[in-house]
């Protein structure tokens, strides 16, 4: 049980003890009252936590009737049970009319007791779950869930707010992993059809003839296989938002057929003939760019207009680096807690160096790299050690860093070191690390960017000179 509670309302002691016993024995947290002013007054001071009433009809200084009216007054999400004695039928209905849910007659069957209780109980249990999912998936895609305070990110911000509460088309164009489907599901969730369905479906995953199959359902026998009416996506979600994903990749032959619901509100299923009107809201997504499927004849021109009556840009990563400091820090919260590894932190070189990287999977690919730092993390703070190659070493860097740390570098490269003929190469090697991280102020990330290697290949040697890793200055970070 999830520890709400049952209040039994009894004078008849035989009766009140035989009702407490009964549904303890079912695990269910009870208390009881031989005075109805006394259980009001409890009821008073802690409706939050009661699930059921059970009150008997005639007793003392206060009835039944008049417990569930005053009870009815504080909290309309506490069920009542009102027990009545063999001839009062008409109190019983009087009482459903004032509130109860249900009512039982004395002598009292201790096996219906349980059995009306389990079904009230775990009615109102089902309801709060679903209450609890659906904030948590309101909270998922509402603009909470979308982590950037940049300026292009709050541009999108305020024309999501704009259009959401619209029945326009909408469409959403960029890079992949820049959050399209969770960019849709905002408007949907800010959007009047909140209740109803969110659908999406990825037009590039799915054949052509199963895809228009999925889209407006079949009747038995329209092909073979179709051994009975499908519904499709467009039925399911009338009154919602059907995302249709990669729209770039539908064909000419579907395309036509979305020109003719978006205009007309209407469809016939696959091998069917009856007119279906709908009241989908449409919104499309998509990596490519559709005017140039239109110069290409992939892409219909009129369909690319009805779509683009709203268009929203969603910027890449590389575009808002600001944003990433906030990401990482959802990203390591939301891992560290999914992975039992609460507390964890990283370090603010690790941040600086996230920073700077292109991101050519954008948001999805920053997420996985997170997920995969928390996981194999074996310290409390995640160091630059850990990073992958393509990021800390060669791979993470680009012309732009080099340009902002190029004067770093001229001027290390002024500095000489002498050495006598005959040095071992792996003396000389060695000295050449050494002095160059020295010159570095110990920071690693710019002598391995200085020497023109990767990162962890640095880590690397200066592990074999027995260099402590946790003594690395990262001043300047």
């Not at 091998?271 to 004849?297: C, P």
């Not at 390591?332 to 990287?357: A, C, M, P, Q, W």
């Not at 800390?392 to 860097?397: C, H, I, K, L, R």
């Not at 002095?435 to 290949?457: F, M, P, S």
Request: proline content about 3%; aromatic content about 4%.
């Amino acid at each position: 049980m999830d520890g709400r509670l049952i209040v039994i309302v009894e004078d008849e002691d035989s009766a009140r003890l035989g009702m407490e016993r009964a549904l303890k024995k079912k695990g269910h947290s009870v208390l009881s009252f031989a005075e109805s002013p006394k259980a009001l007054d409890y009821i008073k001071a802690n409706s939050g936590e009661i699930d059921l009433v059970i009150t008997d009809l005639r007793m003392p200084e206060m009835d039944g009737i008049q417990l569930i009216q005053e009870i009815t007054k504080l909290a309309d999400d506490i069920s009542i049970i009102l027990v009545t004695a063999f001839g009062s039928i008409e109190s019983a209905v009087e009482a459903m009319k004032l509130g109860a849910e249900d009512y039982l007659s004395k002598p009292l069957d201790m096996f219906e007791l349980r059995k009306r209780v389990e079904k009230i109980v775990g009615n109102k249990r089902l309801k709060r779950e679903v209450n609890l999912l659906k904030q948590r998936l309101d909270k998922k895609y509402s603009f909470s869930s979308i982590i950037g305070n940049s300026p292009g990110m709050e541009k999108l911000f305020e024309k999501i707010l704009m259009v959401a509460p619209t029945s326009s088309t909408v469409l959403i164009t960029g890079e992949s992993g820049t959050g399209k489907e969770l960019i849709a599901n905002a408007i949907h969730q800010n959007s009047p059809r909140k209740n109803s369905m969110f659908l999406p479906i990825n037009c590039a995953a799915i054949p052509g003839e199963i895809l228009e199959s999925e889209l407006f359902g079949h009747e038995k026998g329209a092909f073979t296989g179709a051994t009975g009416k499908k519904i499709g996506k467009f039925e399911m979600s009338s009154n919602g938002t059907l995302l249709l994903d990669e729209i770039g990749e539908m064909s000419m032959d579907l395309q036509a057929k979305l020109l003719r619901i978006i205009e007309q509100k209407e469809f016939m299923r696959v091998g069917g003939n009856e007119i279906i009107k709908v009241k989908t809201r449409i919104v499309a997504s998509t990596n490519r760019n559709l005017d140039d499927l239109v110069r290409e004849g992939r892409f219909r021109e009129d369909l690319l207009f009805r779509l683009k009556v709203v268009h929203l840009t969603i910027p890449p990563l590389r575009e808002r680096r600001e944003d990433i400091p906030l990401l990482i820090n959802h990203f390591l919260k939301r891992f560290s807690e999914e992975h039992g590894k609460e507390g964890l932190e990283i370090n603010s070189d690790v941040i600086h160096t996230l920073s700077r990287y292109n991101w050519p999977g954008n948001v999805r690919e920053l997420k996985n790299v997170m997920e995969s730092l928390v996981i194999f993390a074996q310290n409390s703070t995640i160091s630059l050690s850990e990073l992958p190659e393509e990021i800390a070493g060669d791979g993470g860097s680009n012309s732009s860093e080099m340009a902002e740390s190029g004067s770093a570098v001229a001027q290390i490269a002024k500095d000489t070191l002498l050495l006598k003929v005959g040095t071992p190469m792996a003396d000389v090697e060695r000295e050449l690390i050494l002095k160059t991280l020295e010159q570095c102020d110990g920071n690693r990330t710019v002598a391995a960017r200085v020497l023109g290697i990767g990162l962890r290949t640095l880590q690397r040697k200066l592990k074999e000179y027995g260099e402590a890793e946790d003594n690395e200055n990262t001043a300047g970070h």
